[in-house]
């Protein structure tokens, strides 16, 4: 059986409540243990679609098979400094994965290791 998803797609310059004058409004933490990844307005919100690795993978998958979704809304993050507590994954092509640098909950986004920027996958965090 597969997990509910939300599927909602963000509308181009629909206003959200977590996010103000284009950044996150509120602490961005894992949802899992509740450890700051991002302070109050610093990162970017941006819409862009990419496949990520789920965070909880199905135990029947087949061997070596990896379950993705695509996600749609990220927080932008230009310089992993601006970043409270983050962990690094593996290496995927030219991505490293994010994960909570407590619990190791992840991915939780991806750094792309051309541009050196990081992208944190809003349904896959909680607001505070
Ligand atoms: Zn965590």
């Known amino acids: 059986m597969s997990e509910v998803e939300n599927k909602v797609v963000p509308v181009?310059?629909?206003?959200?409540?977590?996010v103000e004058d284009g950044k996150n409004k509120l602490i961005v933490k894992c949802k899992f243990c509740g450890s700051k990844i991002l302070d109050k307005k610093s990162a970017k919100y941006m819409t862009l679609e990419k496949e990520l690795p789920l965070m909880q993978q199905d135990n029947n998958r087949k061997e070596g098979e990896i379950q993705n979704e695509a996600?749609?809304?990220f927080y932008h993050v230009e310089n992993m400094y601006t970043f409270e507590n983050i962990g690094f994954t593996h290496t995927v092509a030219n991505c490293k994965y994010l994960s909570c640098a407590d619990c190791d909950a992840g991915p939780v986004g991806y750094y792309d290791m051309d541009t050196k920027h990081s992208y944190v996958a809003i349904s896959r965090i909680v607001h505070a």
Request: no cysteine.
């Open 12 to 18: 181009e310059g629909e206003e959200k409540d977590y």
């Open 71 to 73: 996600v749609n809304e």
